[in-house]
């Protein structure tokens, strides 16, 4: 569609991980990688991922720092006690900061603030990739990047679709799965 999307799957969602029978969906990356991963979100929800792309924690942290030395600009919703302390308010967060806003779960909301704060991270980095400045570390931060995650994305993929996804990344569709009122606690 020539549009960024980002759906997020709650890593507790029930379903059946083929060859393995039902479990958690994170329990999918652990049986059998991101191709295991692949054919349980195709197998559940009719999903067909063509490319992917692993970023552990740390890596997360450094890729951010190569895209964005500056930091990534970002409200946070509330003061956080995590192993960074994060106080409300908007602010530029650097890579281990940012990964532990997203990663922050020990409140009311647990999972679902987590990946309500994940979507938010997300779509700031998008928009933060719209600006023009950034575009001139792009080849060297992509190159960074590509070192630091596991894919089946092409280098040429990414320099075909560049500009693309740059122009799109500020209106990022988003959805999270279970999606609101689709479910209750046990169901």
């Known amino acids: 569609s020539k549009k960024p999307k980002l759906i997020s799957f709650m890593r507790d969602t029930y379903v059946t991980i083929p060859g ?16 295991l991963l692949r054919q349980t979100l ?3 929800f009719g999903l067909e991922t063509k490319y992917y792309a692993v970023v552990d924690f740390q890596s997360f ?20 006690s995590t192993y960074v302390p994060i106080s ?8 281990h900061t940012l990964l532990q806003y997203a990663r922050f779960r020990m409140d ?7 990946v309500r704060r994940q979507q938010q991270v997300m779509t700031a980095i ?8 950034n575009w001139f570390r792009l080849p060297y931060a992509t190159g960074k990047t590509l070192g630091f995650t596991a894919t089946n994305l092409p280098a040429t993929f990414l ?6 996804i740059l122009k799109g990344a500020s209106d990022v569709e ?13 169901e």
């Open 88 to 95: 409300q308010g908007r602010q530029k967060m650097d890579g």
């Open 108 to 114: 009311e909301e647990g999972d679902f603030g987590r």
């Open 174 to 186: 988003r959805l999270t799965v279970p999606v609101d009122q689709s479910w209750e606690y046990g």
């Open 42 to 44: 195709a197998e559940n």
């Open 126 to 133: 998008f928009s933060q990739l719209k600006n023009p400045m």
């Open 61 to 80: 942290a450094k890729v951010i720092d190569a895209l964005f030395p500056g930091g990534v600009e970002i409200d946070a919703e509330k003061d956080m």
């Open 159 to 164: 320099l075909k679709n560049s500009f693309t």
């Open 20 to 35: 393995y029978g039902d479990n958690k969906i994170n329990a999918a990356y652990a049986f059998g990688g991101a191709d």
